[in-house]
């Protein structure tokens, strides 16, 4: 038995503000964005990004100025600097281009900007929840706001009363108001698993495990590509309305395609686990940098959301005391899981592998689902071995 560790979750809960209250936090929001634009800006030109020495620079001037009580004055500076070491990490990963791109220079060349709207962040001296009555007190510019209501499912609101650890964020998303609050909860422990269950990501398929399961992506890149149709004509159109209609569409293909991978990957975890396995997933890290496609097919890769469902499945597990192993995924599609021979024309096609060597034929998906479960039993040896 592996010893357990701990994962942290984001519950998010709707608050229900009076008219008087959502004012005070869009007030608030709005005076906390305009402060971090100001210690961006001057971050930006002393060169300054650490937490500590930019305090110095910017501390007093943001409370006099914005109002702000200490406690958020010093949140804002803490936002900015994490702004920064983000977008320092994304310059030296290469994710906004190479050296002397236009992308990059841009990135490079300019303060980091906050929306009015933009989360800000809270620790409890400046919110303080009241699980039994459903209610938080939190600080506004307008002063402390008290019996503010808040809503979400049974689940939600057990992990919250149970398991929060940390700050909470302020959200205003479609005219809501909604807190993201930190969990930490404890994984099961995990045990040596009876195999593994190998998962193949794909678009024709979204996911097909090595046991023959396929879960196809027919339909979710239907929905996709009728989106992507609307939202072209609306923005080639132009007009008030078409603009007030691609408002409102907003963020509802993400939902969708966050709700279809939770069931895959519930259906996924809850098929191994029924069988006492692992789950072995593909490292795809970096692969739309790696793949080449033709434009047309850019758009069906880079709208893909493989990074979620892998997430999504692997933290499922986790919390089911399921071993989860990521494995190289080099040449699973073209590699024969009867006879180990690796071979471009194995596949001719997208749906059919047959081994030029030794003759044996399956569905490609399913052949390079068998291969990332024997390389995740394998991984799994290595990494075990006593």
Same mark, same amino acid.
């Given at each position: ?25 869009? !007030? $608030?929001?709005?005076? /906390?964005? %305009? #402060? +971090?634009?100001? =210690? ?23 409370? !006099? $100025?914005?109002?702000? /009580?200490? %406690? #958020? +004055?010093?949140? =804002? ?125 794909g678009i024709a398929n979204i996911a097909t495990t090595s046991d023959g399961i396929r879960h196809s992506g027919k339909h979710l890149n239907a929905v996709r590509h009728r989106n992507r149709e609307l939202r ?63 434009k047309p097919q850019r758009v069906t890769l880079h709208s893909w959301s493989f990074h979620q469902l892998g997430a999504f499945i ?73």
């Amino acid at each position: 038995m592996i010893v357990c560790s701990t994962m942290r979750l984001v519950v998010q809960v709707k608050l229900l503000p009076t008219p008087e209250q959502a004012a005070a936090l869009e !007030a $608030t929001l709005r005076a /906390a964005n %305009q #402060a +971090a634009d100001l =210690v961006s800006r001057i971050a930006f030109q002393q060169r300054c990004f650490r937490n500590f020495d930019l305090r110095k620079h910017t501390y007093e001037q943001v409370k !006099a $100025t914005f109002g702000l /009580a200490a %406690q #958020a +004055a010093q949140h =804002v500076i803490k936002k900015v600097c994490d702004a920064y070491r983000t977008l320092h990490a994304n310059l030296a990963a290469g994710n906004l281009g190479k050296r002397g791109s236009a992308r990059r220079i841009k990135a490079e060349s300019t303060p980091i900007s906050f929306r009015p709207g933009a989360a800000h962040p809270y620790d409890d001296r400046c919110l303080s929840w009241q699980h039994g009555d459903r209610t938080v007190s939190i600080w506004t510019t307008a002063g402390r706001l008290r019996n503010i209501t808040f809503t979400g499912s049974a689940q939600q609101l057990a992990l919250l009363a149970e398991h929060r650890k940390g700050e909470s964020d302020l959200v205003r998303r479609d005219g809501m108001w909604f807190l993201h609050a930190t969990v930490e909860v404890s994984d099961a422990p995990i045990n040596a698993p009876d195999g593994f269950c190998g998962v193949d990501l794909g678009i024709a398929n979204i996911a097909t495990t090595s046991d023959g399961i396929r879960h196809s992506g027919k339909h979710l890149n239907a929905v996709r590509h009728r989106n992507r149709e609307l939202r072209r004509r609306l923005q080639a159109k132009a007009t008030k309305s078409a603009k007030r209609l691609l408002k409102r569409r907003r963020r509802k293909e993400a939902r969708f395609a966050a709700d279809v991978n939770h069931r895959i990957a519930k259906q996924i975890v809850t098929e191994a686990e029924r069988t006492g396995q692992g789950i072995a997933l593909e490292d795809l890290q970096g692969i739309r940098d790696r793949v080449r496609l033709r434009k047309p097919q850019r758009v069906t890769l880079h709208s893909w959301s493989f990074h979620q469902l892998g997430a999504f499945i692997a933290y499922k597990a986790a919390r089911a005391g399921m071993a989860v192993i990521h494995v190289d995924p080099c040449y699973t599609s073209q590699q024969c899981s009867h006879c180990g021979h690796v071979d471009s024309r194995n596949r001719p096609d997208q749906e059919t592998f047959i081994c030029t060597s030794c003759g044996f034929a399956e569905h490609a998906d399913v052949n390079a689902a068998r291969n990332i479960a024997s390389r995740g039993e394998a991984g799994w040896a290595v990494r075990h071995a006593a």
